[in-house]
């Protein structure tokens, strides 16, 4: 059968959005992308992967933890590999590189936003971990870590991050599209290939929009995933920052006899860089310690201090609403050109 000129029109502009959400890293918002997703979650395809990557992960941890002398190795490169396995399927399996390239280009075309974020988060947090790092307590705790051991801790405090952020950050997907009405809509698709469309659906008293701006299934956990990434890599960027800060401003002031005074390594055993004596290996692990602690300690306050939510979240809650408001209108648009439900009353 034949397409009509305004079968042609919808089917043009619903190809438009289509690649519109792509650029925008909301790759699930395609039903398409969607559909590769959920079946790359049916078990016949991940559980076999799954059993895989943990042998892979229990033989190299296993082997690294035999040649090493250091027990704690072992589950931190069981981790390790099992977290990099979930992101190379992420991104190819369930079709997640659009999401992840928009995300980290989101991010780090606004570095200019960094200098400000840092003069409110980083001076509180200074104060409060350089308390610890002229502490002799925490040096000697830090030294006496493993590599292994130091390692585990620096992935429990990232993971336990990540798990917050899994948690408190869908609030934001759910405050967004709990506040969708006409003005918001036609706000959100301003300068996107529904502008129109959305002004028509607004006019018209049988179209309804706003009844689809519930986000939910895997669209909901597309926009999470956006959050998580900006601010995992805000975190990140201002962690190395402490990191930075601790080692210079120990190389300044920590000599290595007060190193060995606090750690109990004798001086001389003390590893250094060159020309740099320093800049040790207990003052690279203290840093890297107080480090992971602080992305944890950042991760918290970002989310739920209003403060430091406002200007970690501020432009990205922009792009949500955006989001939410295309979506609404793209789902109406395609309910309306099609007897299969895909708003609603459809399956996420």
Do not use: K
Request: aromatic share 10%; with cysteine.
């Amino acid at each position: 059968m034949s397409l009509t000129p305004d079968d042609r029109g919808v089917a043009s502009v619903v190809a438009a959005t289509d690649a519109w959400f792509l650029r925008h890293g909301l790759s699930y918002f395609v039903p398409e992308q969607r559909r590769g997703a959920r079946e790359g979650l049916r078990p016949r395809r991940a559980v076999p992967l799954l059993l895989v990557v943990v042998l892979v992960a229990a033989a190299a941890g296993g082997a690294l933890a035999w040649s090493g002398d250091q027990a704690t190795v072992a589950p931190a490169t069981v981790v390790t590999l099992a977290v990099l396995a979930g992101l190379w399927y992420a991104l190819t399996t369930l079709n997640a590189r659009p999401i992840v390239h928009w995300a980290l280009a989101r991010t780090f075309g606004s570095l200019r936003t960094l200098l400000p974020m840092m003069t409110r988060a980083l001076p509180l947090l200074l104060l409060f971990v350089t308390f610890l790092f002229i502490n002799g307590e925490a040096w000697q705790m830090a030294a006496d870590l493993s590599p292994g051991t130091l390692w585990l801790v620096a992935l429990l405090f990232g993971l336990m991050a990540g798990a917050f952020l899994l948690v408190r950050l869908p609030e934001e997907v759910d405050r967004t599209d709990d506040a969708v009405d006409d003005d918001f809509l036609l706000r959100a698709c301003a300068g996107t290939p529904l502008e129109q469309v959305c002004r028509d659906l607004v006019d018209d008293p049988g179209a309804d929009p706003a009844s689809y701006a519930e986000v939910r299934g895997f669209e909901r956990w597309n926009l999470v995933l956006v959050l998580v990434i900006v601010q995992a890599v805000q975190v990140l960027l201002l962690v190395l920052s402490v990191l930075v800060f601790f080692l210079v401003f120990g190389g300044l002031v920590m000599d290595t006899e007060l190193q060995s005074g606090w750690t109990g390594i004798p001086e001389d055993d003390i590893r250094s860089l060159p020309y740099l004596s320093q800049v040790s290996v207990p003052l690279f692990q203290v840093s890297l310690f107080l480090a992971a602690f602080s992305a944890l300690y950042l991760t918290v306050s970002t989310v739920t201090d209003e403060t430091y939510r406002a200007q970690f979240f501020g432009s990205v809650v922009r792009e949500l609403e955006r989001a939410v408001g295309v979506r609404a209108v793209y789902l109406c648009l395609r309910d309306r050109q099609s007897p299969e439900p895909s708003g609603p009353s459809a399956t996420p």
